[in-house]
Each structure stands twice: as structure tokens, then as C-alpha cells.
């Protein structure tokens, strides 16, 4: 399957979620991505761009597509279940114990 494909490369999933806010420059969509390597960015804004997921605008900022929007919005139901699932780790980060 081409989008388990596309979205299991990692950061791309990460871009997406970055870019929930509006549009952003590389540098910025950089440091919100944990400062990952130019090259890769370059190389995940690429594949997301050929997609037509992402799309860059004319002052070079890259923003959401509606189909990125569509994903964005399938990723919802995952954060909030990852938000309950976090607060039942204790404080280690360990399940707790049953």
C-alpha cells in the first residue's frame, strides 16, 4: 500500500502534524522537527510535494494541502488515543503494573 509506504518513512507523519498550524518556512518546520538534517527535510518535503499532500507557496513557506488536511485530520483520533494511553504510563514511562 503506497500511503503505508509513504507515511511509515519517517518525519513524514511529523511534517504533517507540524504543519496543522499553517504555513512555515523550512528553517522553522526544521526546529519544530527536532532540527532533522536539511538534507533529509529536503528529501521528506519532496516525497510529501510529489503526494500533493504538502504544497509550497510563493514565499517558499510549505503548507497543507486539502488532502494533507485529510490526513492531518485521520491523525486526531491517533493523538488524543496517545494522550490516554500516555497518562496510564506511570512516571517512568513503564505500564504500570497489573
Not at 532540527?35 to 510549505?62: F, G, H, I, K, W
Not at 486526531?76 to 506511570?90: E, K, M
Amino acid at each position: 500500500m503506497a500511503a503505508l509506504d509513504l507515511f511509515g518513512r519517517r518525519w513524514n507523519l511529523r511534517i504533517i502534524w507540524e504543519l496543522q498550524y499553517g504555513p512555515v518556512g523550512f528553517r522553522a518546520l526544521q526546529q519544530r522537527c527536532d532540527n532533522m538534517s536539511s538534507s533529509v527535510l529536503r528529501q521528506r518535503l519532496t516525497e510529501l510535494l510529489d503526494a500533493r499532500l504538502v504544497a509550497q507557496q510563493p514565499d517558499t513557506a510549505y503548507t497543507l494541502t486539502d488532502l494533507g488536511h485529510g490526513v492531518y485530520q485521520a491523525l486526531r483520533p491517533l493523538a488524543r488515543w496517545s494522550d490516554a494511553w500516555a497518562s496510564t504510563l506511570g512516571e517512568d514511562g513503564e505500564q504500570p503494573k497489573p
